[in-house]
């Protein structure tokens, strides 16, 4: 078969239709033309209106997820801002009351200490805000455990005051709670100062004349107490900061047959109904240690004999 009688027309099937700078061009001009009657006379605005009520469920659905997670999360940070401000709050008004109760026993020192060795600097001790969560199981104790042990950096012997005054001691440190010795415990022992006269003495704790009571002891039977009588810490034990508030004398029982006095106190603190309490440094870790003794030297003798 001849070359010259083949059709070289491709078939209908690999027809080409306009060129694609052909369709651009449509394409374009169609867009510019919608754009222009959109911008002038609105024309897609229904359009816009229907699609959009269309839309309106899918879009719900998928923003709940979403809301969600912001209302949780605002939820947990206002929790914890508020946490945080209370026991802020709760530091700060310990704090103020601490001061306040400190008046008495500051004016008392002030006024010694000017005349003989002048104003003295006090030592403020550092101080951490802490919550009781329960009574010690033990019946025959008086003590209590608050929220912070060894990784909130609560030490041995520290003391532990409340709004009101003096409460204990820390005698048990664990890592996340503490064990703490209620200035009532029959074994617990405090010195303190008398602010009326400045007389010192030694209080512990006692049950004898009623549950949460303390007894001033070893006090000579002619002492000048009275009942009113504020106890105070005397500081002289390297534990209580001086000037703290721990008791106020109820009674004085006084015999001739007897060589001290009988001295009933009353704690200022709310033993039995304490929640929030501050911790503080005991003040033998503020003090600088006492320094080695030096060696007497030895000089050795000429001309000895021989």
Not at 43 to 69: C, F, G, I, S
Not at 75 to 104: C, G, M, P, T
Not at 267 to 283: D, K, N
Request: proline share 7%; charged share 20%; glycine share 6%.
């Amino acid at each position: 078969m001849p070359l010259g009688t083949l059709d070289r027309d491709p078939p209908p099937f690999f027809r080409q239709g306009p060129s694609a700078l052909s369709k651009l061009a449509v394409c374009s001009a169609l867009a510019l033309l919608l754009m222009v009657a959109d911008a002038r006379f609105k024309v897609m605005q229904p359009l816009r209106v229907v699609l959009a009520t269309v839309l309106y469920p899918a879009q719900w659905l998928a923003l709940r997820p979403v809301l969600a997670y912001q209302e949780v999360s605002q939820y947990f940070s206002s929790l914890s801002s508020i946490k945080a401000a209370q026991d802020e709050v709760i530091k700060k008004h310990i704090l103020q009351s601490q001061r306040a109760n400190q008046v008495e026993q500051l004016s008392l020192e002030n006024e010694r200490l000017r005349k003989l060795l002048g104003l003295r600097e006090r030592v403020h001790a550092k101080a951490l805000a802490a919550q009781v969560i329960y009574d010690a199981a033990d019946p025959y104790s008086r003590k209590v455990v608050i929220d912070k042990g060894m990784t909130d950096k609560v030490g041995l012997g520290s003391p532990v005051l409340d709004e009101s005054g003096v409460l204990g001691q820390v005698t048990r440190v664990y890592p996340l709670v503490s064990e703490v010795t209620l200035i009532t415990d029959r074994d617990q022992a405090i010195p303190v100062l008398n602010t009326r006269t400045g007389a010192r003495g030694v209080a512990y704790g006692d049950a004898s004349l009623h549950a949460d009571a303390m007894e001033l002891r070893f006090m000579a039977a002619n002492a000048d107490v009275a009942a009113g009588d504020l106890l105070t810490t005397s500081g002289v034990d390297g534990v209580y900061p001086p000037g703290l508030p721990v008791a106020r004398v109820e009674k004085v029982e006084r015999r001739v047959d007897a060589v001290f006095a009988r001295i009933y106190c009353v704690p200022l603190s709310l033993v039995s109904g304490t929640g929030h309490v501050m911790v503080l440094e005991p003040m033998l870790s503020q003090v600088s240690p006492r320094p080695e003794p030096i060696a007497p030297t030895i000089t050795s003798r000429k001309g000895g004999s021989k």
